[in-house]
Nanobody, 128 residues
Framework: QVQLVESGGGLVQPGGSLRLSCAASGFTFDTYAIGWFRQAPGKEREGVSC????????YYADSVKGRFTISRDNDKKTVYLQMSSLKPEDTALYYC?????????????????????WGRGTQVTVSS
């Protein structure tokens, strides 16, 4: 059974940092990638970052480039999203999701409809 479980969200002041974790299980990792999405109330779901297990290739949305870093621990089957220099506009429910490696190329990773398994999300609130 495919499972994705997010953790690490919370309340942080502007300029602060948080690290989100996505623990994955139930599938063969080499053929997939893990993406992070976020959704704020009244806004569309936004692709934040993506990482392929096979070669560790990473992708970022322009809005988070230079501030967020995605990484993986293959032994723990966990993908991390290190978020720094957080802004109030980063406030959202953050999800991790699974996508076939073949669908990642170009900007394909941003299309949430191409992901076939999702976690329940973890809330990130950036506020003073």
């Amino acid at each position: 059974q495919v499972q994705l479980v997010e953790s690490g969200g919370g309340l942080v002041q502007p300029g602060g940092s948080l690290r989100l974790s996505c623990a994955a299980s139930g599938f063969t990792f080499d053929t997939y990638a893990i993406g992070w999405f976020r959704q704020a109330p009244g806004k569309e779901r936004e692709g934040v970052s993506c990482l392929t297990f096979y070669d560790g290739r990473t992708y970022y949305a322009d809005s988070v480039k230079g501030r967020f870093t995605i990484s993986r621990d293959n032994d723990k089957k966990t993908v991390y999203l290190q978020m720094s220099s957080l802004k109030p506009e980063d406030t959202a429910l953050y999800y991790c999701a699974r996508i076939s490696r073949a669908n990642v190329r170009g900007s394909g990773w941003k299309a949430w409809t191409k992901y076939d398994a999702w976690g329940r999300g973890t809330q990130v609130t950036v506020s003073s």
